[in-house]
């Protein structure tokens, strides 16, 4: 039995709830279990925090991979636009995390607004509606501007650093970039194959700049790690062990995208593992929500 619409099978369905339902057990607590033993601070209002980080990352994965991925479509129907309201999540989700600051801190909004993080935040919600309303117009390239102005405000966030700021920030603002493209293009593209019924070459001209995209996640999240994480950290923090899953999950997509290119360049159906590969993607956004809220493991282990 297939049901109205677009939701497709009840088994389609059923995958997709179990989906949310795990992505919200995730971050809602997978901040406390992973700090369970390590003696580190309690972050308050962690599940929550995650959850709108989420919605960050991912309303800016969906608008930038669209953004890229309308020219590697080429000629030929589109799917429907999800950039605007993207943006718009992201923008609801940065004005969430203001608001959430300032209940948590018990200053007023006000206030918040004069610190460094609230400052940043604000620019990222500004930055989204901005790229929202672009995006709804007749030149909705314009959003590009607009969402790299997000990606910088959100690098400088996490980076909140005195030795060497910058490079911190360099390396995430060239990895979230790098992220956002691989997942939100894959993403677009699928969505673009599934709508002709197949378009192998849409895919062709996708794995060319993921290759790219790859390359630049892998130096700068190895660098970003060397850099915060000591060995002797990996199992003793939070940070390490959400890091341990993230990179499982980066070998997992790694495996699935060289199997798609396999099957693509020997002529076979590349969409399976790239479908699965999406998926994998999906959850290691979730894990990097996590990333950004449990303690920076810079300065807690001698």
């Not at 099957?263 to 959850?283: F, I, K, Y």
Request: charged fraction near 10%; include cysteine; aromatic fraction near 4%.
């Amino acid at each position: 039995m297939t049901l109205p619409g677009h939701l497709g099978t009840p088994s389609r369905l059923t995958a997709a709830v179990l989906a949310a339902v795990a992505v919200l057990v995730v971050a809602l607590l997978g901040a406390g279990l992973a700090e369970t033993g390590t003696g580190e601070l309690r972050i308050p209002a962690a599940g929550t925090t995650t959850l709108l980080r989420l919605l960050v990352l991912t309303g800016l994965a969906v608008h930038l991979g669209e953004l890229v991925g309308r020219p590697l479509a080429g000629e030929g129907p589109r799917p429907r636009a999800w950039s605007a309201p993207a943006a718009l999540l992201a923008a609801a989700a940065s004005a969430g995390l203001l608001l959430l600051f300032a209940a948590v801190s018990g200053l007023r909004p006000s206030v918040v607004y004069g610190l460094r993080e609230g400052r940043l935040v604000l620019v990222t919600a500004n930055a989204f509606v901005l790229a929202a309303l672009c995006a709804a117009s007749r030149r909705p390239g314009l959003a590009a501007l607009p969402l790299a102005v997000a990606v910088g405000a959100e690098a400088m966030r996490a980076h909140p650093e005195t030795y060497q700021p910058l490079v911190g920030t360099t390396l995430t603002l060239v990895h979230l970039t790098a992220a956002s493209l691989w997942a939100g293009t894959l993403l677009y593209v699928l969505r673009t194959m599934r709508l002709r019924g197949g378009g192998r070459e849409v895919l062709v001209r996708y794995a060319r700049m993921a290759a790219w995209a790859y390359a630049a996640l892998a130096v700068t999240g190895t660098v970003s790690t060397l850099r915060k994480l000591p060995l002797d950290a990996v199992l003793s923090t939070a940070y390490g062990r959400v890091l341990l899953v993230k990179l499982v999950l980066f070998g997992g997509a790694s495996l699935l995208a060289l199997a798609a290119r396999g099957r693509m360049l020997s002529g076979g159906n590349a969409q399976a593992p790239a479908r699965v590969e999406v998926s994998v993607l999906a959850a290691i956004v979730v894990v990097s929500a996590l990333l950004t809220v449990v303690p920076n493991p810079h300065g807690l282990v001698p």
